[in-house]
């Protein structure tokens, strides 16, 4: 009895997502608290190659958080005030707020419930609606929802015919790639994209703490955000109105913001991207494991894994199930019991997400209400078990073990 209650004690809680920061993480984080620069130096400009280089586009620009990112897409796409932005409803909040902050009006689209992707169907519909209103997005942000990766191509041509600019929201698809007629691409490659967003919080691929960058193949929207991320302030002759104000002299081109990331985060944010397919590859062996767990006996039809679309090699930010249930209530209160079960068994289960549509300040806002069958019926049972790196084989079966005896028994 002991002997259980210690075993039980020692059972170490399982969140949904946690960061892997190793010594040489925190070394290099340290080294650069001890360098000339802490902001503002040659650690930024490095892990901004970095990420180019490990996304393929031609430029990056790392910024304070994957919000802020979206922001400055969006203004350096032209969204002002009353333009269209359209978006999932299953996204994190900020994926749709960033229209919001640009004074913009968001647009909800409903996804595909066995892949959590954005409908294509749906995204025409509505773009169709819209232009009965003699209305045209200004921007269209595709979520790589999970690690999967968006529809990309399908999403350009839908926004190259009313003249949008894509955004690829790929805070969870870093180190994801995609097929487009047997030519493999990388997410936030903006090989089909415009501009694509990343963020470095602590439950996302790599970390800086809080962060994210754009990435982007084009230099014109390139100089755009890296003015707005830094105050909208020029420092470079040749751009200057007032050129002989002095040597000195800095002016404001545009109404920009302070959303710099430090020296020390981006020294931290390098060091963690060089283990980037480690993580990644690990991530895809505990998804394979779930995923053999899930497709046999007693649990398969218990639960169905979230699909990857055709042609994805997912990079697993999530892993995410779907309770069944002969209706929606009843995938929701098998839902409740199972995260319930995992709770008292120190997992922690978690909902990726409510949808947009029903949040109270879209509702309030005007923003929300329609119909998205396809969300509401995944709302309605999806569960994101635990996943990162540094998960053990032991603590997968930990996991699968509990969704058997809730769900199967
Ligand atoms: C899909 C998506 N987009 C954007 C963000 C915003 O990123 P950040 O938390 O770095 O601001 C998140 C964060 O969870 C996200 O999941």
Redesign the pocket.
Known sequence: MADEREAMTKRPVLPYGHQSIDDDDVQALVDALRGEWITQGPAVRRFEEGLAEATGAKHAVAVS????A?HLACLAAGVRTGDVGMTSTI??V??ANAVRYAQGRPVLVDINPETGLLSNADLEAKVADLSREGKKPKVIIP?DFAGGVANLPKVRQVADGVGAVVIE?A??ALGATYEVDRETFRAASCAHTHMA?L???PVKHITTG???AITTNDDALYQELVDLRAHGMVRDAARLERPDEGPWHAEQRTLGYNYRLTDFQSALGASQLAKLPRFVERRREIAALYDAAFSRAPLSGQVTPLKVRAGVASSYHLYVIRVTGATDEAASSRRLRLYLALRDAQIYAQVHYFPVHRQPDFVRAGHGGGEFRGADAYYAGCLSLPMFPAMTDFDVARVVDVVGTTLAS
């Open positions: 958080s994957g919000t802020a979206l996204t994190f900020a994926s979520v929201d805070a969870h967003i963020s470095f919080h809080e962060g994210g």
